[in-house]
Structure formats: C-alpha cells, structure tokens
C-alpha cells in the first residue's frame, strides 16, 4: 500500500517538459510541450499549437482538453500563470545563464 508521502510525489512530482511532440504520450506531457514551445501563452493560444500537431483533432476538442490541462496544473502549483483578460501560463523556464562567479571551495 502507498504512503502518504508517495501519494504526495505521485500528484505533485516536478513537471517533465518533453524534449519534442509525441502522438502516443500523454495528452499533459503534449500540452506542457506546447506551452514549452510559446513560452507564455493563453490557453486558446496553446490549443492552436496543439492543433499544428494534431490536425485531425477538433479545433473545439483541443481547446477544452487544453484548458483542463493548463488549470489542474495550474492550481496544483506545478505551472505559473498571470491574470489579463485571460491567463497566460508559463513554466517558469530560466530562459538567461547565471553571470557571476562561485567562490573557491579550496
């Protein structure tokens, strides 16, 4: 039987961003590649993404499916997004290297 705690990391485990668009993974990872793709977007926004991948999908199927990804995890704290008159989601990716020095360890 699983802990508490491996309940925990199953619902919040760090959020994978796959390296390309895979047909067979899962509608999260695809959408979270997408979302990857436009840095920040709104959630119609990555539906049309998501429709550059998939044409065969209805444009409306997307949208929805889209937009259920996107809250959940948004509301689980694995994804940020800002208030506009629509939110733009992002994954909080450092996009700028670091600039300074480390100290010596020795």
């Avoid at 990857?36 to 959630?43: G, H, I, K, M, V």
């Avoid at 065969?56 to 800002?82: M, P, S």
């Amino acid at each position: 039987m699983d802990s508490p705690d491996q309940d925990f990391l199953k619902n919040y485990k760090p959020l994978h961003v796959p390296h390309k668009y895979d047909a067979g993974a899962s509608l999260q990872d695809n959408v979270v590649y997408a979302l990857a793709q436009l840095e920040y977007a709104t959630a119609p926004e990555v539906a049309a993404k998501m429709d550059e991948f998939e044409p065969q999908t209805d444009k409306a199927t997307h949208q929805q499916q889209t937009r259920e990804v996107l809250e959940g995890l948004f509301n689980k704290g694995l994804i940020k997004g800002d208030y506009e008159p629509e939110r733009q989601y992002n994954l909080s990716k450092i996009l700028t290297p670091n600039s300074g020095k480390a100290d010596k360890l020795f």
